[in-house]
């Protein structure tokens, strides 16, 4: 039997669900910039919003990614999760009092996000908790 004096990491989910999360929205944001027009038209939304948003989630990606590779991901995957949570709802508010007529697609693409977050928040809490403080 050989004893280990190195401490097994604990965070190793948090951390790739934090990667995960920051470099499928990032990425989403990238794709979603020349289609700000075509996403306005099929979506119900505006050209202005659907950049804003685009933008929020390249710069929530590098933000996330940024915050994964601290020395401790405690605190920052916590604030990511609730992050996560807010956006859940504020999707689904969105399509219930949002200020756009969304299309049956904007409603669908819409209440989609909301569900990612919602995953991507299920599985970094569950990181989170096998941390060991």
């Known amino acids: 039997m050989t004893i280990s004096t190195h401490p097994t990491r604990t965070d190793s989910l948090l951390r790739l669900a934090m990667r995960a999360d920051a470099i499928l929205t990032g990425v989403s944001g990238l794709v979603g910039l020349p289609l ?11 050209v202005a919003f659907e950049k804003e948003m685009a933008f929020f989630f390249v710069a929530y990606g590098v933000v996330v990614f940024g915050l ?8 920052a995957g916590m604030a990511v999760i609730v992050a996560n949570v807010v956006y859940t709802i504020g ?13 049956t697609l904007g409603v669908v693409l819409t209440l989609a996000s909301g569900v990612y977050t ?16």
């Open 36 to 46: 700000v027009g075509w996403l306005a038209r099929v979506s119900g939304t505006t």
């Open 68 to 75: 994964s590779l601290l020395s401790s991901v405690k605190a």
């Open 91 to 103: 999707a689904v508010g969105l399509v219930l009092w949002g200020p756009f007529e969304l299309t």
């Open 118 to 133: 919602l995953a991507f928040a299920e599985l970094q809490y569950q990181g989170w908790r096998r941390i060991k403080a």
